[in-house]
C-alpha cells in the first residue's frame, strides 16, 4: 500500500512527466529537437509508479518511451531538455541525446542502447556487479512488449534466472512494437507467461494505476534483494500518441485509442485523490500550474545554454 | 630469471596475475572453468581464484559481451572470452555499438575497463565460422582498442596492459599460437599498448606482420638472408592506436613495403594501413606495395586445403622479391 504522501506523489510526478512530454512534443512540431522521440502519454504510472520503488543505490534501465523514468528519477528536465535540443547543459554536453543516452551515474541512471532490446545484458551485468560487489543494489530494467522477442532477452533473463541476480524485468505492455501488435507477433500474447519457461516469478498488473505497479516493483526488489532472483513483471498499458513523430497510426483505430484513453492514469488518480479527501480540485489544478512552471523554465534555461564547439565530437571517445 | 613458457600459459599468467592485484578483475566466457576453456589457456585459474572470479557462462554471446558492459559501467573490470573470435558477430551489437560506444554516447560519464579475449586465426580444421581473424571488421568501431600479440611475452605483457586500461580492448589470440613457446621477463612484465616491435632489422625491404604471420615472414627474411636480401619486419601488436611511426620510419630506411595478413584482402587491415601511407608518405615508396593476405573465400574445414587459404612463406619471399624488383 502506498501512502496518502506517496500518492499525492504519483500524480506529481505524472503530471510532470505529461507536461514535460506535451511540451517536448510542441518543440519537436517547431523542428527545435534533435534526434528521435517515442512518446509516452498515457503510460506514465508505469515509470512514476516503478522508479518510486526504487532504492537511492538501485540501477535504472529506462525504456524508449518517454521520459518518465528519468525524471521520476530525479534527473532535472532541464538536463533532458539539454539533450533534446543538443546544448552544453545536457547530460550529453551538447553532443545531443533523444528518447536515449540520457544518463546520470549519480542517480543510478546507466542510460540507454539505441539499439532496442540491447538494455537486457547490460542491466543483468550491472545486477551481476552489485551481487559481485556484495552491496544490495538492485537493477530494474523497463522494456515493452516487442523488445521482448529480441534474442538478448532470452540470454539475459536465462543467465539471471541461473544465478538469482538482482534484477527486475519491467515489461510494459502498451500491445504494439511501432505498428506490430505484439499478439500477431508472438507465439503467446501473454508476456508474463515466460517468468515460466525461466523458473521466475511473473507478475501482471495494471499498468494504469500506479499504486498497483509501486507495490509489484517494490516486492519484486526487496525480493531481489534478498537474494532470491529476478522477477518478470507485466504492465498492461496503452500508448495514446503514435510511435514517433510522423506516426499517422494505419495500424489502429481512433475509436480503439479513444477506448483506451478512458483509462488515463493522470485524471483517473486525480479523481481518487478527490474521492478520498486527499486533495482538492484547487490543488490539483495548482499542481499542473507548478509542473508547467518547471518545464518552461527548464526549456528556457536549456535554451539559453550553448551549442557546444565541434571539436566536442572528439571528447570522450576514450577514456 | 626470465622463464620460457607456451603462448596460451602466459595469456593464463596474466589474468591471475591481475585478478590477484585488483579485485574488481574477474574471467568470464563459455567453459573457462573445470573445463579450462576451450584451448586450455584457463588451466588452473579456477583453482587460483574460485569460482567468483573464474565464471562459466550460459550458452549466451550476447550476455556474455553485453553483461560485461552493465558490470563495467558499474565499477568491475571484466575480462569477457569469446570462444572463437568469429563469435564477435554474433555479439556485434554488445562490442561495437555498446562497448565501443557507451562512454562516448553518454557524454563521457562512464569508463569501460572492459577485455574481449578473442581467439582468433586458422589452426587445424576450424573452418569458416571458427578461424576468422576479425580484426579489421573492429576497426570501423571507434572507441574498441584492437591488440594482437605475437609472442608469449607480448601476450602477457598486453594483456596485463589491456586489463589495466579504461577503454574496452579488443585482445586477439591466435590460436596456432597458443603451444608456441618463449621467454617472459621477470617480474612486472608490461608491454605499452599501440607501439610496435621491430622483430628483426634489416634495410632493403619493410614487412609489416602480426599475430602468426609474423613468425611466417621472420621465416622468409632468413631464408632470403642467405641470398643477400635484408628484410626488416615491423609487428604492430595491434591496430588502434596504430604505431604508423614505426612503420614510416622503417619505410624511409627501406623504400619497399609489403604487408601479411590472415584476413582476406579486400577492406583488409593491411588497406587501410596502406591508404595512410599514400596520404602521409607517397614519396617514401620506390615501389609498389606487396599484400600477401588470405583470398576473398571463407575458411575452408579441410586441413588439406588450409595451407592454401593462408598465407605461406614462399609466398611471402616471393612478394618480397617482386617488391625489390620493383
Redesign the interface.
Known sequence: MATKEQLKGFYDTMVRVMLWENTLMRMVDEGKVSGFYHPGRGQEACPVGGVAAMGPED?LMYSHRGCGYQIARGLSMTKIFGDFFSTTI????G?G?GIV?????ELGI??Q???IG?C???????????K??ETDQV?VCFFGDCTSNR??FH??V??SA?WKLPVVWFCENNLYGVSSKFADMSGNPRIVDRAIGYGIPGVEVDGFDPEAVYEVTAEAIARARRGEGPTLIEAHTYRFRGHGYGDSQPYRTKEEVQEWMKKDPVPRLGARLIAEGLATQEELDAVHVRAQKEVDDAVEEALKAPFPPDERLF????? | MPREMTYAHAIGEAMAEEMERDPRV?LWGEDVGVYRGAMGVTAGLLERLGP?RIID??L????I????????????R?IAELMYSDFIMVAG??VV??AGK????????????IVFRLPEGVAGGGGPEHGQSPEAFLWQA??LKIVIPSTPADAKGLLKSAIRD??PVCFFEHRGLYRTRGMIPDGEHLVPIGKADIRREGTDVTVVAWSLMVHRALEAAEELAKEGVSVEVVDPRGLRPLDLDAILTSLEKTGRLVFVHEAPKSGGPAAEIIALIAEQALDLLAAPIKRVTAPDTPIPMSIRMEPFYVPQTQQIVAAIKEALEG
Do not use: Q
Open positions: 540501477y545536457g547530460t550529453t554536453r553532443l541525446a543516452h540520457h544518463a546520470a551515474p546507466l542510460g542502447s539505441g539499439t540491447g537486457f545484458p547490460i542491466a543483468a551485468g550491472a545486477a551481476f556487479s552489485a559481485y560487489r537493477c534474442g538478448t540470454e539475459s536465462n543467465a541461473a571528447e570522450d571517445v576514450y577514456a | 574477474y567468483k557462462t550460459p549466451s554471446e550476447t550476455f559481451a553485453g553483461a560485461a558492459v552493465g558490470a563495467a559501467i558499474t565499477g568491475l571484466p551489437d554488445e555499438n555498446k557507451w562512454r562516448w554516447m553518454h557524454g563521457g560519464l562512464f569508463t569501460l575497463p571507434p572507441g579504461d577503454n
